[in-house]
């Protein structure tokens, strides 16, 4: 079992940067690829970018891509997703999850991920 604690988030204004950490607990952290998620009020739950067990590969929501990167320190049991440019429409809660390396199903979708974290708020003001 893999549980994950989100922070980082906060009120910030429109161009600023904010970076998210989701640290993990246990020793199976290596083997997880991760995901960030957001969800804004009314709407559904929206992959934002994901990450390989390794690192070595990375996907991102077209709506993010060039502005937000996501990272993982293995050793550190923490995933990272440092947000350049924020715009008004990036407001949410922020998910991390995790799921075991060998699933070959889509890192776009909730439903390949077995582990949520409770989320953090990210509030952006124009």
């Known amino acids: 079992q893999v549980q994950l604690v989100e922070s980082g988030g906060g009120l910030v204004q429109a161009g600023d940067s904010l970076r998210l950490s989701c640290a993990a607990s246990g020793r199976t952290f290596s083997r997880h690829a991760m995901g960030w998620f957001r969800q804004a009020p009314g709407k559904e739950r929206e992959f934002v970018a994901a990450i390989s067990w390794m690192g070595g590969s990375t996907y991102y929501a077209d709506s993010v891509k060039g502005r937000f990167t996501i990272s993982r320190d293995n050793a550190k049991n923490t995933l990272y997703l440092r947000m350049n440019s924020l715009k008004p429409e990036d407001a949410a809660v922020y998910y991390c999850?995790?799921?075991?390396?060998?699933?070959?199903?889509?890192?776009?979708?909730?439903?390949?991920?077995?582990?949520w974290g409770q989320g953090t708020q990210v509030t952006v003001s124009s």
């Open positions: 999850a995790s799921r075991p390396a060998y699933y070959s199903g889509s890192y776009y979708s909730t439903k390949e991920y077995d582990y």
